[in-house]
């Protein structure tokens, strides 16, 4: 779809900087695959987009566009359509899950599975992939402010996934960044024209000013372009409607100027633009077909005169989006109603779009439209598109006369906000309906949405204190509903890590007393006032739900998480990784990226770290893509103690930093996470102190956990830490505190890790061999290898101190070869170390050329080295075939190799 520049060729006057940098941009460099061109309206964004698509053109790129129109923000994938539609044609060569996501998503079909977001990411990456390998694409998206939300997602998806493809992605907007674009996108500020510039372009319009009126068009026009255009038209007029004492914001007196054009054109000419400025997009086609006797061609000859209009490739178009805001507002409400009316009736095959239309025509409640808006709600959520689906809902909601059905809606309305991140509409809905009904369904519905949508802004106390309340409400009245929100207030005390937290969850479920017939639920919310206490209930249940081979999502998704926490990692793995990880299931909806990081936490205590590195990018990127906040910060948190147990330092300390920044301090875990992390981090470069202080920080003063879980995992690191930063005695503090709070609910790891502490504080050798020997006798040790290849090198160093040499090598050995499997770089150098020091030579391993690989790239040669083809292993790591093929093509060279077949050396089957 062609747009012309509207006359304003003049405008590029004095934009030499920004034609330069859009002509690098599509110029193949390496650089960002994705930029942003940013202005105010009238700046002159759309005029450079433009001679950037005519330089591109000519240069024999292919150049698909799309623009944001008002009236199609609500409708999901409609700017993705746009897009794409002239390559739609390319959609049956997709693979089949990509070719159905689609399909569904642009309602090519309307059966099977509703589309997930990240697979139709994906099959738009696919097929523009494929586009790039016959000529270069560029993709141009301007009014990125008024695309629709799905939309928005999915080209932010394209921006970060291009690096490397011959395809660009080049789009405009008028304000920020969408939060889906993040730092991907590369920005170019558009700014005012110099004093210079501006005159120029004075010179060059029809009429000649002089004196103080040209000055004061100058002054008022601040180096905008179409502001100089435009205000040099009226500035001689003898009616003076440029009048030197008005002050208006720039935009509206834009606005003000076009609405006079307007209002001198014939009315049928004004009635068909106003048609014009309600039809959106591909609308105005529809329209004219719907006409009676035809389209009145001629109705728009005065328009034009007036340079309002041109003409594109699907028909005219208005000069500039100012102009069309200008003819819709001018016009009276009931004018606006019954250009609404006529759009609706000639979309009888849209019916999206033909609700919306009929809502803006509306002029009270109306049951029957709310029921259309309701079922357009319910289609985009289908979708995958929440943000539409809210919009939808709340209208609906809106437009319902009955206050308990405009209740339900409301409820509806609520849970799609849940989706979107929307807390503050969560509770301003739910507070809403509860005043309008006391209706069981929706009273009882609403606790938990506000609790889970409150926790997810890291506010636990508030949460826990609305949760445990609406519990102990309804513990009588409705039991079953009782003990969902039971279940929505263990999830928040495993964040808050508060003893008292999980005290009111163990009070408020003695309170149900009636038989509860769902034993995962009751499993996670007993589990969560103590996993550790649980843990042989957990274990049971876990074994017994594998051995059956339950697919049942909910069930196994708490299970899962629950025999994590228990330390249970292999039952966890075993479970999350059947419903959560992406190699098997190609692809996962917004909610479960919040679930993700329990999963990687399971594979970083089994020893699986390039998995747990690749779980955390991926919580990362899709939490980003569909749901930020809590859910980043605690992927970031996981990859954070990846960074710093692989001795990558900086890294480490960034993203905790990030990771703490975006996260509500009463939500412990991600703290207390990022504060190990931290520790591990200044360990791994030998600054003793500095990690002693991290650790330490991860409980109190009287040494209680600050976790009252997670913070007992650092007890290995905080005395390795203590004795050379000469903090024994504190150390032993926080040893005596969780002895006696462990005394009764331990577990395994936990008795390896205070064996371990023990040793390295003991006052005596005696004492030291008694409980290095328990921590390496503890039963199941091995499902931790760290933290086992710890105690085997903290025991090895005191074995060498003790010039008991032959033992002392046969545990740094095996310490060194644990921490080469794991990729614990720092620890290994210091187990070849102390070999070295009890006379073994160390060979350089394989692990010292896997560290010089990313995360992704683990994955990839991991992938390759299976056996899967590059466009497989694409589709598992929403990359194109392409960058698949450019990361191996850098990969060979870190590893030595020179031939794919190679990578099977360098594959760790014990990794899944």
């Known amino acids: 779809m062609r747009h012309g520049s509207g006359g304003l060729e003049g405008s590029l006057l004095g934009r030499e900087r920004e034609l330069a940098l859009l002509a690098d941009f599509v110029r193949p460099t390496g650089g960002s695959p994705a930029l942003l061109v940013r202005g105010e309206p009238g700046v002159g964004k759309t005029t450079l987009i433009e001679a950037t698509i005519r330089r591109a053109e000519s240069a024999g790129t292919t150049v698909l566009q799309a623009r944001g129109y008002q009236g199609e923000a609500r409708l999901p994938f409609a700017a993705l359509h746009q897009l794409l539609r002239p390559v739609l044609r390319r959609v ?504 993700l990081t329990f999963y990687g936490h399971a594979c970083l205590d089994a020893g699986k770290w390039p998995k747990a590195e690749a779980i955390a990018d991926y919580s990362i990127a899709i939490s980003l893509d569909l749901n930020p906040g809590l859910a980043t910060a605690m992927g970031q948190s996981l990859k954070a103690m990846l960074a710093a147990l692989c001795g990558r330092a900086d890294e480490a300390r960034t993203l905790a930093q990030r990771a703490m920044a975006a996260a509500d301090p009463q939500s412990r875990i991600v703290g207390v996470r990022c504060g190990r992390a931290l520790g591990l981090a200044a360990a791994a470069e030998g600054d003793h102190d500095a990690a002693y202080d991290h650790f330490r920080g991860l409980f109190t003063h009287a040494g209680e956990p600050l976790h009252d879980h997670h913070s007992y995992y650092a007890l290995g690191d905080l005395a390795a830490a203590a004795i050379p930063a000469g903090q024994a005695q504190q150390a032993e503090t926080v040893l005596a505190v969780t002895a006696a709070d462990l005394a009764q609910r331990s577990s395994p790891r936990l008795d390896l890790l205070m064996s371990t502490a023990r040793a390295l504080l003991a006052r005596s050798d005696a004492d030291a061999e008694r409980h290095f020997r328990a921590a390496l006798a503890v039963p199941e040790g091995d499902r931790w290898p760290y933290e086992r290849a710890r105690a085997r090198l903290a025991h090895g160093q005191w074995l060498r101190r003790q010039q008991r040499i032959k033992p002392a090598r046969t545990e740094l050995t095996a310490a060194l070869d644990a921490f080469e499997h794991l990729g614990a770089v720092p620890w290994a150098e210091r187990a070849r170390g102390e070999l070295r020091a009890a006379g073994v030579q160390t060979p350089t391993d394989r692990a010292s050329l896997t560290s010089r690989l990313t995360a992704q790239e683990l994955q990839i040669v991991r992938l390759a080295g299976l056996g899967l083809t590059n466009k497989e292993i694409g589709e598992r790591l929403f990359l194109s075939h392409r960058t698949v093929g450019s990361h191996l093509y850098r990969i060979f060279p870190k590893l030595n190799i020179t031939t794919r077949a190679q990578l099977h050396a360098f594959v760790d089957t014990d990794s899944d």
Request: hydrophobic residues 45%.
């Open 92 to 595: 049956e060569t997709l693979p089949e899950r990509q070719r159905s996501a689609l399909r569904a998503a642009f309602a090519m079909e309307t059966e099977g599975v509703p589309p997930d977001r990240m697979l139709v990411g994906l099959a738009a990456l696919t097929l523009l992939s494929e586009l790039g390998e016959q000529c270069p694409a560029l993709l141009v998206v301007d009014d990125v402010q008024w695309l629709d939300r799905a939309s928005q997602d999915a080209i932010g998806f394209l921006g970060r996934r291009l690096r490397g493809e011959p395809v660009a992605v080049l789009t405009g907007t008028r304000g920020s960044a969408p939060a889906s674009f993040g730092a991907d996108f590369a920005e170019l500020d558009v700014e005012p024209l110099s004093a210079h510039a501006s005159v120029e372009l004075l010179d060059l319009q029809p009429v000649a000013l002089a004196g103080t009126v040209r000055r004061r068009l100058l002054n008022q026009a601040r180096g905008n372009p179409l502001a100089i255009i435009e205000l040099t038209k009226v500035a001689g007029d003898e009616e003076g409607r440029f009048r030197s004492g008005e002050h208006f914001p720039l935009t509206e007196r834009l606005e003000r100027i076009f609405a006079m054009h307007l209002a001198e054109l014939p009315r049928p000419t004004r009635n068909l633009l106003l048609l014009m400025s309600t039809a959106d997009g591909f609308e105005w086609p529809m329209v004219v077909a719907s006409m009676p006797g035809g389209f009145p061609v001629d109705a728009l000859l005065p328009a034009e005169r007036a340079q309002l209009l041109h003409h594109g490739d699907l028909g005219p178009y208005f000069r500039h989006p100012l102009i069309r805001s200008a003819l819709y507002h001018t016009a009276s409400l009931e004018e606006r109603r019954a250009a609404h009316r006529t759009v609706a009736q000639a979309l009888e095959r849209s019916p999206d779009r033909r609700a919306w239309h009929l809502a803006a025509a509306a002029s009270g409640p109306d049951e029957d439209l709310a029921v259309m808006l309701s079922e357009v709600g319910e289609r985009a959520g289908r979708l995958g598109a929440p943000s539409e689906a809210l919009a939808a809902m709340e209208r609906s909601a809106e437009l319902t006369p009955d206050a308990t059905a405009r209740a339900r809606r409301l409820a509806r309305a609520a849970q799609f906000a849940l989706f979107n991140d929307r807390p503050d509409k969560v509770e301003q809905y739910a507070a809403t309906a509860a005043a309008l009904t006391d209706a069981p369904d929706v009273r009882d519905q609403l606790p938990a949405e506000v609790g889970w949508a409150v926790s997810n802004t890291g506010r636990q106390d508030a949460a826990m204190e609305l949760l445990i309340a609406a519990s102990r409400a309804a513990a009588e009245r409705t039991p079953q509903s009782a003990v969902g929100i039971l279940g929505v207030a263990a999830s928040a005390a495993f964040h808050s890590g508060r003893r008292e937290h999980r005290e009111q969850i163990r009070q408020a479920l003695a309170q149900v007393t009636a038989r509860i017939d769902d034993p995962p639920l009751l499993l996670w919310i007993d589990a969560s006032t103590d996993f550790l206490a649980a843990r042989e209930r957990i274990r049971q249940e876990a074994e017994r739900s594998i051995a059956e081979g339950s697919t049942e999502y909910l069930s196994r998704l708490m299970l899962g998480v629950a025999a994590g926490l228990a330390d249970l990692p292999a039952e966890g793995i075993e479970l999350l990784g059947s419903i959560l990880d992406p190699e098997r299931n190609a692809a996962l909806s917004g909610n479960n990226s919040s679930f």
